[in-house]
């Protein structure tokens, strides 16, 4: 079993940055793929971003191409997103999820731990 705790998100101005964290338990944390999702309201979940257990690879999804970075750290179990040049429509609730090493990203298909969520709210 796995428990992940995200934190990190707020309130901000269009522009301004926030970066997400994702803490884990256990001890299977740098064989798991991590992804970030979220979801607005009235809106399904939505991949934003992943990264493989090595963190030797990356993906994202359009809207934060360039403006959003995914990290981890296998040693503290914490899986980050960095957002940059945040806008309204990024405002959701955030994420995390672990699945298998191989996970196809993209979707939120496969995943087999999510975390609570965090809010972000960007203002305009």
């Known amino acids: 079993q796995v428990q992940l705790v995200e934190s990190g998100g707020g309130v901000v101005q269009a522009g301004g940055s926030l970066r997400l964290s994702c803490v884990a338990s256990g001890r299977t944390f740098r064989r798991n793929a991590m992804g970030w999702f979220r979801q607005a309201p009235g809106k399904e979940r939505e991949f934003v971003a992943g990264?493989?257990?090595?963190?030797?690879?990356?993906s994202y999804a359009d809207s934060g191409k360039g403006r959003f970075t995914i990290s981890r750290d296998n040693a503290k179990n914490t899986v980050y997103l960095q957002m940059n040049s945040l806008k309204p429509e990024d405002t959701a609730v955030y994420y995390c999820a672990a699945g298998p090493w191989g996970i196809v990203f993209g979707t939120a298909k496969g995943y087999d731990y999510w975390g609570q969520g965090t809010q972000v709210t960007v203002s305009s």
């Open positions: 990264i493989r257990g090595s963190g030797a690879s990356t």
